[in-house]
């Protein structure tokens, strides 16, 4: 039999074109066809300057560069808890500043001593604060019209999906066709009681049912990004309203919230001098217990309780004692004060050669060895004497000789206290209106009178005693604060501590969506979403039933959701009694199989 379409004799036939690559091309094919003989490759199109810009908008605000930029924040914050930072620890930076000055200019131009403040951190900040944004806002339209919609029209074949039950009942009574209604009914109230959005979906073929729970999941995750949101504009926000100040308290010295008060200060841009709550702190007394001294033991000397008594006094109200702990911030007119340091300020006082007092005042000290307590202080004293003196010394709690002569402190309390002086005379450098810290003495325009190549040994001081100074210039005493009673040098030397003024409006705020994001987080977590379906026909006189579920990512509890649905409704079938379930198949003995 021939075709019915005639082929060319083999003379007459054309040679088929050849492409570039060598293969014949189909004459069947278009020439734009992927595999056309004009195919020279695919050409994308050229993005003009708007195409750039929305490609990156769509970059930038996908979910995917949002956790990136989160997981970068995370990272870019680690420097600020490795370095000192300015607003919480300005003595950690100039300490850092001395210990290493060829590497400090470095670290300060990196802005690694205000991580929280730098440009970097806040240009990772505000990208954040933009992808989330830009991802945020699409999704709530696209849920909010998912909230709107009606559930799905029930699957003409729900035998397909994975989690598919199906059952036959008989009549009892009723017609067939009005039991298979009223099977839907009963199922439709069930999964409504169930907390399922339902829809019914009726045709000639049938009864059926579509429900749809767990729109809760992704609203939890819309509060969760919206939280975050939140906690990040809070922080922004807070932070030019939010102040953050320290001060050197000595036992016995009263502090005054005052910008003069601090001893340094850093604030927001919109905190104005007047912003200040006025109040008044004393702080009568420091505790501070150590483990007992034994050399045997590594926990000798340790420190235990800290605890600050401190009378506070506020206009309008009564004054009354407070404390400061450890971990347990003292709050006062909406600050914050806490616990930073503690250390000892000996009672230094300095006479001329007639006898007269020029200077007199307890010096806080700096801890070298937190262990030991053997601290670093600098007494500048600008007036009273021909010329300018400064003083570099050690305090030694627990004084012991080491081999090499040098002392050194064995135990961090009040044993056997030494101090130990090397006097300066000349320049101070604090004439020229240029600043320093009380914690450095600069040696540059001033001679050396004790200690060190001088020849003249440094000034030993017990408390009570008084030395002479070189050249007559007068006297020097380390001043005993025990009273006249006491029998050992347990109060002979003040404590001060080192407080942190905190004041931010934010705290409350990013409390309240901190826990919004949790609660979105549980939301997200916990909440399956899910739809299922019941469908009843009419089969043979009997009432056929399906049931199925399908879930939106993994499920794994949808299998024994679907299993209760069925059984659940089997029981309220029986109750109702327009159908009733097929008898079990007997085995060969005329029991019911098991």
């Not at 069925?566 to 159908?579: F, I």
Request: hydrophobic share 40%; net charge neutral.
């Amino acid at each position: 039999m021939s075709n019915s379409r005639s082929e060319a004799p083999a003379k007459d036939r054309k040679p088929a074109k050849k492409r570039s690559n060598g293969s014949a091309a189909d004459p069947l094919r278009p020439s734009d066809h992927v595999d056309g003989a004009g195919d020279t490759g695919i050409e994308s199109p050229k993005l003009n300057v708007v195409g750039w810009l929305r490609w990156g908008w769509r970059q930038l605000t996908s979910m995917r560069t949002a956790l990136v930029l989160l997981l970068i924040l995370a990272i870019a914050a680690i420097p600020g808890s490795i370095f000192p930072q300015r607003m919480a620890d300005p003595n950690g930076v100039t300490q850092y500043k001395v210990d290493h000055p060829d590497l400090f200019p470095i670290m300060d131009s990196m802005q690694l001593f205000d991580v929280y403040l730098s440009a970097w951190f806040s240009a990772i900040y505000l990208l954040l604060f933009l992808s989330l944004v830009g991802c945020v806002i699409p999704r709530i339209r696209h849920h909010a019209k998912a909230l709107r919609s009606r559930p799905p029209r029930t699957p003409a074949r729900l035998q397909r999906l994975d989690d598919h039950r199906a059952l036959t009942r008989t009549v009892t009574g009723s017609e067939a066709r009005a039991a298979a209604e009223r099977s839907v009914d009963i199922a439709q109230k069930q999964l409504r009681a169930l907390r399922y959005r339902v829809e019914r979906y009726d045709d000639a073929r049938g009864f059926s049912v579509s429900a749809e729970r767990g729109y809760a999941r992704e609203t939890g995750n819309l509060i969760f990004h919206l939280a975050l949101l939140g906690v990040l504009v809070s922080v922004g926000v807070g932070g030019s309203f939010a102040y953050t100040g320290q001060r050197v308290v000595v036992e016995g010295t009263s502090f005054v919230n005052t910008l003069l008060d601090y001893s340094s200060m850093n604030r927001g841009r919109f905190v104005s001098d007047n912003a200040l709550q006025p109040y008044r702190m004393t702080l009568d007394k420091f505790d501070i217990t150590y483990q007992p001294y034994d050399p045997s033991k590594p926990s000798s000397g340790q420190a235990g309780d800290f605890d600050a008594h401190v009378t506070v006094s506020e206009p309008g109200s009564e004054t009354h004692p407070a404390s400061v702990q450890v971990n347990h911030p003292l709050g006062i007119a909406g600050d914050r004060v806490y616990l930073l340091g503690n250390g000892y300020a000996p009672t230094i006082t300095v006479r001329n050669a007639e006898g007269k007092v020029v200077f007199h005042d307890s010096v806080p000290f700096l801890p070298q060895n937190n262990s030991t307590m053997t601290s670093l202080g600098v007494v500048k004293v600008p007036d009273g004497l021909p010329k300018q003196l400064g003083f570099v010394g050690f305090f030694y709690p627990t004084t012991a000789p080491l081999q090499s002569g040098a002392f050194t402190s064995i135990y961090p309390a009040l044993v056997n206290p030494t101090l130990t002086l090397n006097a300066y005379a000349g320049d101070l450098g604090i004439d020229d209106g240029t600043p320093r810290s009380v914690y450095v003495l600069d040696p540059t325009k001033m001679t050396q009178l004790t200690g060190g190549k001088t020849g003249t040994k440094s000034l030993e001081l017990q408390p009570g005693d008084t030395a002479q100074l070189p050249d007559g210039m007068g006297s020097v005493t380390f001043d005993n604060e025990a009273p006249k009673s006491a029998k050992d040098y347990s109060q002979s030397v003040k404590r001060y501590v080192s407080l942190q003024i905190h004041h931010d409006p934010s705290e409350q705020w990013v409390l309240g969506f901190a826990a919004l994001a949790v609660l979105g987080l549980v939301l997200a977590l916990f909440v399956p979403r899910r739809r299922m379906w019941v469908k009843a026909t009419v089969v043979d006189g009997a009432v056929r039933l399906e049931y199925a579920g399908l879930a939106r990512g993994e499920d794994p509890t949808l299998a024994a959701a679907v299993d209760d649905l069925v059984a659940g409704h089997a029981r309220l079938l029986d109750a109702d009694g327009s159908t009733a379930a097929l008898p079990e198949p007997a085995d060969e003995d005329g029991t019911p199989a098991p």
